[in-house]
């Protein structure tokens, strides 16, 4: 026995687990669940243009799925998840609503934006959305202060010179729906069609209102085409358990390869356990969320990882059985298998990559998902559990054929 | 372990080749006839749920719903206090049906009643199938191309072939049985035709490998070859669809009763995907190769 290798062993499988069983706390605590986990509702809009003729472009349909989000965020609900979708879609996910109908019906409404007039409440309504350019609003610095103020242009800029006139030294309230943004004074009358907000605003602050306005001017009508809703309770219970029946899936799998394959079975659980966390790690730090399919196509990645570690050992026992050596059957077989699993696997991602390009909203994930377990299984079933099993078989401490599942009576002499 | 009872795949090709016919007939048949079970993701319709504020009958929910000119294709009552009803039409009503159905409502039960109205458009469901089906052509010719590069084309076609049969068995399987078609079930059958063309690979990884060195030159030879192939990688092939059946049984028996349809479509894909490669992709590419070896005299050997 080489207790030099034996040790190197030892050490790497420590180390490793070391890692995996100090990460894995935070890892678990920072997967981003999907709704059909935790609760909550989803719904996918059609967006289409307010007036006829125009077109939703996908500048246009971004800064409204921002506009969304934003108005989800205002009404209290914790990470909006707002995305588009192809041409003219938004989906919204939303996790711990209490009132659905009310924030249904806040998301869907174009924002108005308004300029109105008569302090202190303002009743008096000057200018609406459809008055302002859109995306007409941008920040700018005031000559001499230095200080940002946020610009604005009207479509019609003989009516805002009127009200302007009409308004000189009086507050110009601007209103997103029925929230007061700002009631900046007007100092004179305005020719040019441009307005222009000034206060003792950061930029930041002036970036914000310059957004809203862009954001209150958008011209797209979202339709409801899709909802579904899933209580809290029964999101917890669903995630409850499919977590046993992976646990139990995964404790199955992991004693069916200890018993059936001995040494290469020990080493194949170990990178298994390696697989699952980097799978893991890399979906958290990549901010997937995880679903219940999703959750189903881990354990499945999981039966492909397994796939890989049954050829290599299969192919090395067909080398044993052959007369060779351990040693240089554990060479010729994870030679020989290295092809098998790379031809296997490049057919695979192959058709990962197409669906990947096709697909939208579910099948991406499903691809992006299959194509990562396909990178990550070859990092961990093919490399480290060949180079883990390299180490016990040079460490001569696992000499009999029966430690890798042969049998004396099968192996043929050279 | 080492099988030494061979049992000869490719002689009684016949048989399997009938089995998957069978059931392919089956399927087109049920699905011409009876369809696909559409879950809700693909059926448009209006759902309402109605809280009536006290409790309340089936029979007159009915009532209400018949007066005011309408007739729900499902209609429930439920509830704390059966005051909720809930009913779903198979065509999508609009605002205006809406609002005669609240007045209905008000007009039996009063102020207390509020409804929530979900409309589904099956745009969306019907996009991502379709979506799924283009992708899933398209992967087919990206498969053709790789593996007609690495192997050979007839490898190509008989793995598109047993692919397609899996994808194939799995869907008729779902409507013989009249189990729901939801979206998930798109992913489950993508999935297994990842899994069905990985399985079917690595068969024929040893078949290009045991060709290398291989003299041909009567069907016999090549049929002896296949066999040989088959029987070489067995083992593998039963114990990845083993370890991969227990993960989706678990799912299956213990998982939340959302992927328990998923659950076990996977379940047929595997079995089918594990069988097809087994039983059907070898015997296609032996017919196909049998072609190649020029002597005529070399007749294909018909099982007795």
């Keep these: 026995m080489n207790g030099k290798r034996f040790t190197a062993f030892l050490l790497v499988v420590v180390i490793t687990f070391g890692i995996i069983g100090a990460t894995t706390p935070w890892l678990l605590k920072n997967v ?11 719904i996918l809009y059609v967006a289409e243009p307010l007036e006829a003729g125009q077109a939703v472009t996908p500048d246009v349909l971004k800064r409204t799925a921002e506009s969304v989000a934003q108005r989800a965020n205002a009404s209290g609900v914790a990470e909006p998840d707002v995305t588009t979708e192809g041409k003219n879609r938004i989906r919204v996910r939303l996790a711990g609503v ?13 924002a108005q934006l308004t300029f109105r007039s008569g302090p202190p409440d303002f009743k008096t309504i000057e200018m609406r959305g459809s008055d302002f350019v859109e995306h007409g609003a941008t920040v700018g610095f005031e000559q001499g202060t230095n200080r940002p103020m946020v610009q604005i242009k009207v479509k019609d800029p ?67 085409k899709y909802t579904q809703s899933v209580g809290a309770s029964l999101g917890q219970q669903s995630l409850k358990e499919t977590g046993i029946a992976s646990a139990i899936a995964s404790v199955l799998i992991l004693l069916f390869m200890l018993i059936w394959y001995r040494v290469p079975g020990i080493v194949a659980s170990i990178a298994l356990i390696s697989f699952t966390w980097l799978l893991l790690a890399v979906s958290v730090l990549m901010h997937a969320t995880l679903t219940l399919p999703g959750i189903a196509a881990f354990v499945l990645s999981v039966g492909i990882a397994v796939d890989s570690n049954i050829i290599m050992a299969e192919r090395i026992k067909d080398e044993m059985r052959s007369g060779k050596s351990i040693l240089s059957s554990l060479k010729s077989g994870s030679k ?11 057919t695979t991602a192959l058709a990962g990559i197409v669906l990947y390009i096709i697909g939208t909203g579910s099948i991406k994930g499903f691809a992006l998902t299959l194509l990562l377990s396909i990178v990550l299984n070859i990092l961990t079933n093919v490399f480290f559990s060949r180079w883990l099993l390299h180490m016990i078989v040079r460490s001569n401490l696992a000499q009999k054929p029966g430690y890798y599942g042969v049998k004396e009576s099968e192996i043929h002499a050279l | 372990m ?4 061979k049992f000869d795949i490719v002689r009684h090709r016949r048989k399997f080749f009938a089995v998957s016919i069978a059931i392919t007939l089956i399927g087109i048949v049920m699905l011409a006839i009876f369809n696909l079970n559409y879950g809700v993701d693909f059926r448009a319709g209006t759902n309402f749920d109605i809280t009536v504020g006290q409790a309340t009958d089936q029979a007159k929910a009915a009532d209400i719903f018949k007066n005011a000119g309408y007739d729900p294709s499902t209609l429930t009552v439920g509830g704390t206090n059966n005051d909720r009803v809930t009913a779903r039409f198979d065509k999508v009503l609009g605002q205006a049906d809406e609002t005669k159905v609240q007045a209905a409502f008000k007009a039996v039960y009063g102020d207390k009643v509020s409804m929530e109205v979900n409309t589904v458009d099956t745009e969306i469901a019907r996009d991502l ?22 192997f050979e084309w007839r490898f190509a076609i008989a793995a598109i072939i047993s692919l397609l049969h899996d994808a194939f068995i799995v869907v008729s399987l779902f409507s013989i049985f009249r189990l729901e078609v939801d979206l998930p079930f798109i992913a489950a059958i993508l999935t297994i035709i990842g899994y069905s063309i990985n399985d079917t690979i690595v068969i024929f990884d040893r078949v290009r490998e045991n060709l290398r060195f291989a003299k041909l030159k009567t069907f016999d030879d090549l049929a002896e070859l296949v066999n040989r192939s088959i029987w070489q990688t067995m083992t593998r092939s039963i114990n990845t669809v083993i370890t991969v059946l227990i993960a989706a049984l678990c799912l299956f028996i213990f998982g939340s009763p959302a992927i328990r349809l998923f659950s076990l479509a996977m379940i047929f894909g595997l079995v089918s995907g594990t069988y097809s490669s087994v039983f059907i992709a070898s015997p296609i590419w032996l017919l196909l190769k049998n072609r190649t070896l020029g002597s005529k005299a070399a007749k294909p050997a018909v099982e007795k």
């Design chain 1, 32 to 42: 981003r669940l999907g709704l059909d986990l935790r609760g909550g509702f989803e």
């Design chain 1, 98 to 110: 209490a009132n659905q109908e009310e924030l249904r019906k806040i998301l869907q409404e174009p």
């Design chain 1, 158 to 224: 003989a009516k805002f010179q009127a009200i302007t006139k009409r308004l000189t030294n009086q507050p110009l309230a601007i209103y997103l729906n029925d929230e007061l943004l700002s009631a900046p004074n007007v100092s004179g009358e305005i020719s040019g069609g441009t307005a222009v907000i000034t206060g003792n605003y950061t930029l930041a602050e002036a970036n914000k209102i310059r957004d809203t306005i862009n954001l209150g001017a958008l011209p797209l009508k979202l339709t409801e």
């Design chain 1, 336 to 346: 020989h298998s290295f092809r098998t699993i790379i031809d296997a696997h490049v």
């Design chain 2, 2 to 5: 080492r099988y030494n009872f």
């Design chain 2, 129 to 150: 199938a379709v979506k799924a089906i283009y992708a899933v052509l398209a992967s087919t010719i990206g498969i053709v191309i790789y593996v007609s590069i690495r």
